[in-house]
């Protein structure tokens, strides 16, 4: 098997991204939760959100725990999908949600095994895979991540696109080892290799790879069922998130087991399908972006009509994606001169 692997962009863009971000929010894939502190927002010119706000958004979730194969569960409840494995060396965490659920999460593992926390790997920066960082990293649990990760993790990130900042976490929530290209655990009789892709949903993506049990976890390069979030601010692209689907594809069978960073568990079959989707709605918007058409003519002419009831998208949110592709495919204007 190969796991192509390419040097990692470098952070350049993060300086000017800090600079005037003045909301402190919490970029994330889910809209429906509030955003981290009292000044989040939303939506630039919305309310803050209060602190009482958010924890009873988290009161009512729920940890749902799924085995997948060969010691490995994912576990659903808020935010980004959690892979763990366990076994005779302890539990190996993927991604931890929001701060609010580390108890539930913890739980949830417990319900799984005797033995500690590890490691926890973050498949990302984005604050509904991270948030948990702080809370199990004062617990001495090991945080595992691409070298971009740890670099975002040290400053608030701001997202021009949608308004919001992710905000930084303290020394005990960013990742302890990190790596550029590639990084193998050996625990639980398996052979886990996490491997960083080119910038894609972020320019941080790790895929994991249990070699084993022939389950990957996709990190947020997959969404099962819906269309992805790119976080083009962070070096994502459409042609990323499809080359990042691409590599995974070569080394699945269809046995495979493939858990997405948002929706069900999927398949070789799904990832498939989403890829395909992504392709097919990138090559219609590329010849629109090539004919210089503003973003506004490119929503009007649909471009995703054919796969909007597949992906369970309204106009809203087909309209938000279309946007978010299009400025992944247009470079920002030059600054104006004085
Ligand atoms: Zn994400």
Redesign the pocket.
Do not use: A
């Given at each position: 098997m190969s796991h192509r692997r390419t040097p990692s962009r470098s952070l350049l863009i993060v300086g000017c991204m800090i600079a005037g971000s003045a909301a402190i929010a919490f970029a994330?894939?889910d809209p429906a939760v509030p955003a981290r502190g009292a000044l989040a927002q939303a939506q630039p010119g919305t309310p803050a959100t209060a602190p009482a706000a958010q924890s009873a958004v988290f009161d009512t979730v729920q940890i749902r725990t799924q085995p997948v194969a060969g010691g490995i569960y994912v576990l659903f409840g808020r935010g980004?999908n959690i892979g763990v494995s366990v076994g005779d060396d302890g539990a190996f965490l993927i991604d931890d949600q929001f701060a609010p659920l580390t108890d539930k999460i913890k739980a949830a593992v417990t319900a799984l095994t005797d033995k500690p926390i590890r490691f926890l790997l973050n498949?990302?920066?984005?604050g509904?895979?991270v948030g948990g960082n702080e809370n199990l990293g004062r617990q001495w649990v090991p945080i595992v991540a691409q070298d971009n990760v740890r670099k975002r993790l040290a400053f608030d990130q701001y997202n021009p696109t949608t308004g919001r900042t992710t905000a930084a976490l303290a020394p005990a929530g960013r990742p302890v080892i990190t790596f550029r290209d590639t990084i193998t655990f050996h625990m639980n009789g398996d052979s886990v290799i996490v491997f960083h892709v080119a910038p894609a949903?972020?320019d941080g993506d790790a895929i994991v790879h249990f070699t084993r049990a022939n389950v990957v976890h996709m990190?947020?390069c997959f969404f099962n069922g819906r269309y992805p979030?790119i976080?083009v601010n962070a070096g994502g692209s459409i042609d990323g998130m499809i080359a990042a689907e691409d590599v995974a594809l070569r080394f699945m069978n269809d046995s495979t087991r493939v858990i997405p960073?948002?929706g069900p568990l999927g398949d070789k079959a799904a990832l498939k399908a989403a890829r395909d989707m992504l392709a097919g709605i990138r090559d219609r918007i590329r010849p629109m972006v090539k004919a210089k058409k503003t973003a506004d003519e490119v929503v009007l002419a649909r471009p995703t009509a054919d796969w909007d009831a597949k992906a369970s998208a309204d106009t809203a949110t087909a309209a938000r994606f279309v946007r978010v592709v299009y400025a992944g495919m247009t470079p920002p204007a030059p600054p104006a001169k004085r």
């Open positions: 994330h894939d980004g498949t990302h920066y984005h509904d895979h949903h972020t990190g947020d979030v976080d960073g948002h």
